[in-house]
């Protein structure tokens, strides 16, 4: 076909539902026009949002960023900050509006290996495909698009004929008007975007799932293994609290063949939650939250999941979005779920795939409003190979997710957004990324990131599975969310008592009482109140003006009404000047 090339110079992509342009009432526009500058120099940018009257909105907080990524970063002060020489666009994000203008950057182009046209002068009229090289896992999928620049070098949106070679690695539900392609088996090929004699390929390499890799991964070590295999009954699952007694059973067995002698040693990771015997009979305590099941015989050791959850409180039951975004800004299609609801993470594509095989327990009455939630890799702790599927970790972090959260009806940014019971989450570890580090899973730990260090999640009370490489932690706020090895981490007593941040419970677990100790840079109005797991206030420690300086209150454990606490999960809420500034997990132990 005429004018067939290569283009691998644009990426302006989505892995599912792309946020597409408003053709019909524009609202978002870059003023500068198409920009043409040099390496060391800088360029300032603007741009305007208006409402369908046509009225500025002048607090509108609008993303930025350069495809493809190389060529330059938009500082928050709006200054256009080049980096390499090369052709592409200057991209204005505002909610679901879009506005790019083209970007040059005067010099030599970044180079492509891939691309053996890449010299070829570019002539017009002609088609590019965006983003020209594409990595996906089998069943994903990934909305393409593709312009038509004309004889001006105008770009135009306009209907494609999509296809793909070989037609065995995927497929177009409908190839004359869908822009998604269907990853099916694992391979390398092209795509193809048609319009008349004008044509463009994008290279396209379909990869095995993360849960197909793992599984082989496994299968080898069985093999290791000369045919061993410890697994327990039932596997993992999800009951209310006041279910009746669970009798969990383990099997062992040697090349196929069952030991029939087999005693195991049965235990639970949380006891606040379950008690379990030595026959594996396990009974609820009436508490809710996550525990292992684990089983252990010989060198082996197996575990399964048990989530408790409590169906009766906050029956206003409130909806959750979860919309996974890409370091270029893109946003992948939002998932829909309740409280009292788990979501499942799988099926994302690099660098987000590290995420997959995790999991979010959403408890019934963790929340009083719909929210939105955006789940970004913490670029901050993060380094990502375009070149290749990795994502390194700086700071000793083995994996990490940042979480932003947006109440429905609101623009603004909660951050951190405190839940009225903790969210149980799960991360997955590779355990070939410990063996290299000489870290041993035993001294994971869930910590919550932020300027003043590392301060671990509910006292460095995490479990961690390493028979499937999964570490669990209850999660009190979102914010930026890492595992790292305990030792190398920065503690709360760490910190400067003058530090208005400094927030301090111990001991905890306790059994009699515990110190709760916080500093004010100034004189707040503050409330200090102890919430059980129902989010049920039953004691006021604080509530009044307190002067500036360091505080410790003791609590030794007793309810509003005098009588005393029982052994169980607690939660103190620290709110200075009506803003939550902390909630803290307590545990009592008697």
Known sequence: MKNFYIFSKLVLFTVGFFLTMNATSQILEIISGDIITDPDSSVMVTATVTDTSGEAITDAKIQWNTEPGYLGKVTKEGWLIPNHPGEGYLIAKYKDYRDSVMLTVNGTPKNDDDDDMGDMEDEYPKVKIVPSSIRVEISDSVELRAFYIDSMGYKIDTTFTWSVEPMEIGMFPDSSVSMFYSADTAGSGIIIATLGELADTAKISVYETREKREKIKKEKEKENNKGKQLTIEPGDMMVYTGNEPIQYSAMYKTNGNKHQGAEFMWSVTDTTVASIDENG??????????????????????????????????????????????????????????????????????????????????????????????????????????????????????????????????????????????????????????????????????????????????????????????????????????????????????????DDNYFNVYPNPFSAATNIEFYLDQNSDVQLMIYNMFGQQVKVLVDGELPKGKHKVRWSGNLQSGSQATTGIYLCRFIKNGEVSNVKRLIINR
């Open 281 to 498: 009979l396990l009974t609820l305590t009436g508490e809710t939250g996550m525990t292992l099941v684990e089983a252990a015989y010989s060198s082996f050791e197996a575990a399964v999941e048990l989530l408790v959850v409590d169906s009766t409180v906050d029956m206003d039951v409130n909806t959750i979005s979860i919309r996974r975004v890409l370091p270029n800004g893109n946003e992948l299609h939002p998932k829909y779920f309740k409280e009292g609801e788990s979501y499942k993470i799988g099926g994302l594509p690099y660098p987000l795939n590290i995420l997959n095989a995790g999991m979010l327990h959403f408890p019934y009455g963790c929340i009083s409003e719909d929210v939105d939630i955006f789940m970004f890799i913490p670029e901050k702790y993060a380094e990502m190979d375009d070149d290749s599927t990795e994502v390194s970790f700086t700071e000793d972090i083995i994996t990490g997710v940042k979480f932003s959260v947006v109440p429905s009806g609101s623009d603004t940014i909660v951050e951190p957004y405190y839940f009225n019971i903790p969210v149980e989450l799960k991360l997955v570890y590779k355990q070939d990324l410990l063996d290299s580090l000489g870290v041993d899973p035993a001294d994971l730990d869930v910590f919550f990131a932020d300027n003043t260090g590392f301060v671990d999640v509910n006292g460095g009370v995490a479990m961690v599975d390493t028979a499937r490489h999964r570490i669990y932690a209850s999660i009190e706020h979102f914010s930026t969310i890492v595992v790292k090895e305990a030792k190398a981490t920065t503690q709360v007593e760490d910190l400067e008592p003058e």
